[in-house]
């Protein structure tokens, strides 16, 4: 890289003490923050327009405050990044964390059966402890079968660990890795019906748009378990909601829905077993110097001509 | 051990299935079922009447099916078992992987928020997802005092080994152990506020009816939250309510209370924070199952002369 002070665009939409960090930490270089265009400087981070970074005369490195990039993922930016020689990387490992905690603090619920408790609290009190313990499970030996396995799947495996369970990841790059099962999507239909909790981490795409489809959720085991930290047009809505009411699917732990805000009347909010929080999987207390944090780490690695973590 | 036919005593509420279990793995041995009196036999297995232990007349063995022991714990029981030889062992290891499980489910739901984001889903459905986000936390790097080390303790650290989390319990044995500190109770004022999480784990006994008092609450970290899978005795309930509604204690999150069931009039149930489970925490599916399979494996061992697990 240059050894001449850098253009740093951000509108990451900063508190003050992550700004404060970020100021402190790129001393030298000359940090854009009032600014609405990040066509002319050496580097963006934030959430920079696409449009811009078709226009970008100079940008070298994008580095994005988001893990999904679907609208960064067309045709005309992936062109616009490889000819311009731009570096593009997200904040997947800013996520991975919250989202898997995220994750586990679902499957734990349903397994200690902490919402039918807390439903009692709210109404009658009865202290129904015979049916509460009846109904709760013990996660080991259970199998969990991961829809996509990048950063988040990567960190529940690790919380998983302790838990003695069987896992298996579909992707589309089938690699060795121990401890788990990695299958191809041709491989779906065998997996499916193995599986206690289908965890869906998958990204928005032309691939997995409406992927959790009434095929494959009748595949599933009855009465299993489903989950979505990926995103909400991954699965068929539809769908779901029929297998909720059959109890196909025995519940869905839904942190993204489409739309997003999902309307106060629609049908999700009151199917059976089906339980929602709004897009709140990722978030964190000090989630914006986290950000800031994981960027820095990234611009030292850029300086250094190293690689940077979270390409995409 | 004798090698002759063993009568043993069962009144341990079996279903058919676990009873099948029992029957078939203890053939050539003399099954009680059907009497309410266990002190002729050779073995006693259930919930026997501690008078009965008193007047035991050739009882070699006692192995309960509850993790708790109060009412076996008294100077007359005691005596009677060390005088007559009498094995006592308890079922501490069928409810380790449960209740730990159940602290964990706690611990997450209030990271991840799992709770009000219900209580919206009941209500409005407003998708908070600003004020949710910023209301949950990473588990890493924050601090665990545990209150009683025994097998769910123990297990519960193997749950938490991925979460980077420092490690304290307090414990009348202070042994190292790796990866945790371990201190004595005359060190609970230095350590009870650094705890993000107090989890009490200890039994009902002498010594712990009303361990976390006034004083103890005080000197938590102000918001720091607590968790009681242990015995409701050792929590002095008006204490506790009070620090809820100062804000010193951040929530409670309590699966045994004093008395129980906790009356639905009781001020703990809409106390602020404060997250209720009817003593739920050891039960799992196949719960009777698993106390017989533990019943034989440690019959295995009695037969063979080899060490009892759970000895009390």
Chains 1, 2 share one sequence.
């Not at 995220?102 to 200690?112: E, G, N, T």
């Not at 769908?239 to 009347?265: M, R, W």
């Amino acid at each position: 890289m240059p050894n001449r002070p850098l253009t740093i665009f951000c509108n990451a939409g900063l508190d003050d003490v992550s700004m404060e960090l970020l100021r402190s930490e790129t001393i030298g270089h000359q940090l854009v923050t009032d600014q609405p265009d990040c066509s002319t400087a050496d580097i963006a981070f934030g959430q920079p327009d696409p449009q811009q970074i078709l226009a970008a005369d100079g940008l070298k490195w994008v580095h994005i405050t988001s893990a999904g990039y679907t609208r960064y993922d067309t045709d005309a930016v992936r062109t616009a990044l490889r000819e311009l020689d731009i570096i593009f990387t997200n904040s997947s490992h800013v996520y991975d964390a919250p989202c898997a905690q995220h994750v586990l603090s679902m499957m734990l619920a349903d397994a200690r059966q902490l919402l039918p408790c807390y439903e009692s609290q709210r109404s009658d009190r009865a202290w129904e402890s015979g049916p509460r313990r009846a109904a709760s499970y013990l996660l080991n030996g259970q199998t969990v079968v991961l829809l996509g396995l990048g950063a988040i799947g990567q960190y529940l495996i690790q919380l998983l660990q302790p838990f003695e369970m069987r896992i298996i990841a579909v992707r589309r790059n089938v690699q060795a890795q121990d401890g788990i099962e990695i299958v191809s999507e041709a491989e779906l239909g065998r997996v499916l019906p193995l599986a206690d909790h289908v965890v869906n981490v998958l990204p928005e795409g032309p691939s997995t748009v409406g992927f959790m489809n009434a095929e494959r959720f009748a595949q599933m085991k009855p009465g299993a378990k489903f989950y979505n930290v990926g995103r909400g047009k991954t699965v068929d809505q539809d769908a779901l909601l029929q297998v909720l009411y059959t109890g196909q699917v025995g519940a869905a732990y839904l942190d993204v829905t489409e739309p997003e805000p999902l309307p106060p009347a629609h049908e999700l909010w009151t199917a059976p077993n089906c339980f929602i929080t709004p897009h709140s999987a990722g978030g964190h207390h000090g989630e914006r110097l986290r950000l800031v944090q994981h960027f820095l780490r990234n611009l030292r690695a850029f300086k250094a001509d190293e690689p940077l973590i979270d390409r995409v």
